[in-house]
């Protein structure tokens, strides 16, 4: 996680689960608000009101440089666009959404709006989600041009941390002032209370592959509400507990980086860090769909929630076979997957691939194997299966 702390004036960098937390860059600026990442670039973006100047940085803190620095009067919060390298961000004082390329050049105002405070952008459906500083409103309208706004919902009192998931149908965002994080579905409906008691919560952002929402809270109401001064996460459909991952001067944004390398750090996105159980062991099914951790983090899947997928599906089409099955899109160091083949269940031949993971991989699912196998044998039977083993 990336965090944007206000109080400290400073950009923290923590572990998902919010261990592991230090500063990353002390002196970020005088005002630090919103903040985000492209991680196929290994680069983020971050605005400092106090200066009113968006900055670029690399992952590791270096190279920090400004990118827009003229004709801002309150750089709020920011949002990407990996396909095209473009920054979006809301300035509440000029009331205007605009947008850059990561170097600053080509900017241009996308929409004229009164004191736009949060935003997100929806790649699917190609629209840009917002809300306002004080009006109780969010916002919808086309990405490319600006236009068909729709005042989505109204009758907030302080909208904050708007994200929207175009997979799962949902938009998402906090009310500072109702101490709550909501969500409303994309065509419509109720609002949906997830997290109530809180105390200012403000900046928000998704993790869609593991279902988690994270938000940060700034405790400047000072009423004592679970989380204050600190940075949680829950479940996107607010069925699990709210965890306070970790406690900092005054957060106001945050954003995630999402790839893992190694079984630990897989832990750390997707199960809690303070419960004594062992549901994250190699070992464990803690959603009892047959597959234990080990599988799933292989596999790309959810260890919470139960599939009725087999992880390897075998199709007779003639003289092949056709074989089904999933492996994580993220590059994983630590352990290998391997479809073997027998005849006689005793000596089993391991079949040559090679898996091309995507150039930029936006994390949102297991990437599936579709694969035909032919094999010259007199017998009529064939045998398949997955063998795990260490690289360590």
Same mark, same amino acid.
């Given at each position: 996680?990336?965090?944007?702390?206000?109080?400290?004036?400073?950009?923290?960098?923590?572990?998902?689960?919010?261990?592991?937390?230090?500063?990353?860059?002390?002196?970020?600026?005088?005002?630090?608000?919103?903040?985000?990442?492209?991680?196929?670039?290994?680069?983020?973006?971050?605005?400092?009101?106090?200066?009113?100047?968006?900055?670029?940085?690399?992952?590791?803190?270096?190279?920090?440089?400004?990118? !827009?620095?003229?004709?801002?009067?309150?750089?709020?919060?920011?949002?990407?666009?990996?396909?095209?390298?473009?920054?979006?961000?809301?300035?509440?004082?000029?009331?205007?959404?605009?947008?850059?390329?990561?170097?600053?050049?080509?900017?241009?105002?996308? !929409?004229?709006?009164?004191?736009?405070?949060?935003?997100?952008?929806?790649?699917?459906?190609?629209?840009?989600?917002?809300?306002?500083?004080?009006?109780?409103?969010?916002?919808?309208?086309?990405?490319?041009?600006?236009?068909?706004?729709?005042?989505?919902?109204?009758?907030?009192?302080?909208?904050?941390?708007?994200?929207?998931?175009?997979?799962?149908?949902?938009?998402?965002?906090?009310?500072?002032?109702?101490?709550?994080?909501?969500?409303?579905? !994309?065509?419509?409906?109720?609002?949906?209370?997830?997290?109530?008691?809180?105390?200012?919560?403000?900046?928000?952002?998704?993790?869609?592959?593991?279902?988690?929402?994270?938000?940060?809270?700034?405790?400047?109401?000072?009423?004592?509400?679970?989380?204050?001064?600190?940075?949680?996460?829950?479940?996107?459909?607010?069925?699990?507990?709210?965890?306070?991952?970790?406690?900092?001067?005054?957060?106001?944004?945050?954003?995630?980086?999402?790839? !893992?390398?190694?079984?630990?750090?897989?832990?750390?996105?997707?199960?809690?860090?303070?419960?004594?159980?062992?549901?994250?062991?190699?070992?464990?099914?803690?959603?009892?769909?047959?597959?234990?951790?080990?599988?799933?983090?292989?596999?790309?899947?959810?260890?919470?929630?139960?599939?009725?997928?087999?992880?390897?599906?075998?199709?007779?089409?003639?003289?092949?076979?056709?074989?089904?099955?999933?492996?994580?899109?993220?590059?994983?160091?630590?352990?290998?997957?391997?479809?073997?083949?027998?005849?006689?269940?005793?000596?089993?031949?391991?079949?040559?691939?090679?898996?091309?993971?995507?150039?930029?991989?936006?994390?949102?699912?297991?990437?599936?194997?579709?694969?035909?196998?032919?094999?010259?044998?007199?017998?009529?039977?064939?045998?398949?299966?997955?063998?795990?083993?260490?690289?360590?």
């Amino acid at each position: 996680m990336l965090i944007s702390d206000r109080g400290a004036n400073s950009i923290i960098i923590t572990n998902l689960d919010g261990s592991d937390s230090r500063t990353l860059i002390p002196a970020a600026g005088t005002n630090v608000r919103g903040i985000a990442i492209d991680m196929s670039l290994n680069v983020f973006f971050y605005a400092d009101n106090g200066t009113d100047v968006i900055y670029k940085a690399n992952l590791d803190g270096s190279e920090k440089v400004p990118i !827009i620095s003229s004709n801002l009067g309150f750089p709020a919060d920011i949002t990407i666009d990996p396909r095209f390298k473009k920054i979006y961000w809301c300035d509440r004082n000029n009331d205007k959404i605009e947008s850059s390329d990561y170097d600053g050049g080509n900017r241009s105002t996308l !929409i004229n709006t009164e004191s736009p405070y949060y935003l997100d952008l929806d790649l699917v459906n190609n629209k840009v989600y917002w809300g306002d500083f004080s009006g109780g409103n969010i916002f919808r309208a086309n990405l490319d041009d600006g236009k068909e706004i729709e005042n989505i919902v109204q009758g907030l009192i302080r909208t904050r941390g708007v994200k929207v998931d175009p997979y799962g149908g949902y938009y998402y965002w906090c009310d500072r002032e109702s101490h709550k994080v909501q969500r409303k579905a !994309i065509t419509g409906g109720e609002i949906e209370d997830l997290y109530t008691g809180l105390d200012t919560p403000h900046g928000m952002t998704l993790d869609i592959k593991a279902r988690k929402v994270y938000w940060v809270d700034t405790g400047t109401n000072s009423i004592g509400g679970i989380g204050a001064k600190a940075v949680s996460r829950g479940d996107m459909n607010g069925s699990g507990p709210q965890e306070i991952l970790v406690n900092m001067s005054q957060p106001w944004d945050l954003t995630l980086d999402t790839r !893992i390398s190694n079984y630990s750090e897989w832990t750390q996105r997707r199960f809690f860090k303070e419960l004594p159980n062992l549901n994250n062991e190699l070992r464990a099914d803690p959603d009892n769909d047959g597959k234990d951790n080990l599988l799933e983090y292989l596999s790309g899947t959810n260890p919470l929630i139960a599939e009725n997928v087999e992880p390897l599906s075998v199709t007779k089409i003639g003289q092949t076979n056709e074989l089904i099955y999933r492996v994580n899109s993220q590059p994983i160091n630590d352990y290998k997957l391997r479809i073997e083949h027998s005849e006689n269940l005793k000596e089993w031949i391991t079949l040559d691939h090679d898996h091309q993971r995507p150039e930029v991989d936006h994390d949102f699912g297991p990437m599936i194997i579709k694969e035909r196998i032919e094999i010259q044998t007199k017998k009529k039977s064939r045998y398949f299966r997955i063998n795990i083993e260490s690289t360590k």
